[in-house]
T-cell receptor
Framework: GAVVSQHPSWVICKSGTSVKIECRSL??????MFWYRQFPKQSLMLMAT?????????EQGVEKDKFLINHASLTLSTLTVTSAHPEDSSFYIC??????????????FGDGTRLSIL | GESVGLHLPTLSVQEGDNSIINCAYS??????FIWYKQESGKGPQFIID?????DKRQGQRVTVLLNKTVKHLSLQIAATQPGDSAVYFC????????????FGTGTQLKVEL
């Protein structure tokens, strides 16, 4: 149980392109989804928290107009990197958890999206 | 603890030996802790969790120990196998913070045959 699917797994595109990444919870309802960025040999950096039906909460230093997050249903959240540039190249990972009313729940992660901007 | 760091610490063990991976956290308000395993090119995989009202929890071949006095968490892997080679992260959840996690720096575990 608790499977999270992330798509696509790898994207290569030209500078200036907008890229959409999907995150789906396959066998549970994810009230909350999280988006992380990870550089090589480093830890996960939380970018934003999205709750179904409301605006995402962005971490300090993350441009909300650059990284658009939509969490329209209990099983789907999307991250759109707008007008991507080479410095946006990274490994993006999503995770999902259940109802935040119930504390102490683990996050379940997708397998990440490798984004390469040429 | 804070996810700061440019270099992953590495732990090398012989196949069949026990592994101990350590993690220090800084926030005394953290009440829930998780260990994740991340293989190359993949997302983190849940291994085991522990709540702050416990000192020890065991799973299959894994044990997590929590010492709240010194804010220290450890993951013990018994009879380490080649498939255990990965990066291991501890993560903490602060009481009242929803399910938001703060990740540690990570430790690269290398299992030598």
């Amino acid at each position: 149980g608790a499977v999270v699917s992330q798509h696509p797994s790898w994207v290569i595109c030209k500078s200036g392109t907008s890229v959409k990444i999907e995150c789906r919870s396959l066998d549970f309802q994810a009230t909350t989804m999280f988006w992380y960025r990870q550089f090589p040999k480093q830890s996960l950096m939380l970018m934003a928290t999205s709750n179904e039906g409301s605006k995402a909460t962005y971490e300090q230093g993350v441009e909300k107009d650059k990284f658009l997050i939509n969490h329209a249903s209990l099983t789907l959240s999307t991250l759109t990197v707008t007008s991507a540039h080479p410095e946006d190249s990274s490994f993006y990972i999503c995770s999902a958890s259940g109802d935040p009313f119930y504390s102490n729940q683990p996050q379940h992660f997708g397998d990440g999206t490798r984004l390469s901007i040429l | 603890g804070e996810s700061v760091g440019l270099h992953l610490p590495t732990l090398s063990v012989q196949e069949g030996d026990n592994s101990i991976i350590n993690c220090a956290y800084s926030n005394s308000a953290s009440d829930y802790f998780i260990w994740y395993k991340q293989e190359s090119g993949k997302g983190p995989q849940f291994i085991i969790d522990i709540r702050s009202n416990m000192d020890k929890r065991q799973g299959q071949r894994v044990t997590v120990l929590l010492n709240k006095t010194v804010k220290h968490l450890s993951l013990q892997i018994a009879a380490t196998q080649p498939g255990d080679s990965a990066v291991y992260f501890c993560a903490e959840n602060i009481r009242g913070g929803g399910n938001k996690l703060t990740f540690g720096t990570g430790t690269q575990l290398k299992v030598e045959l």
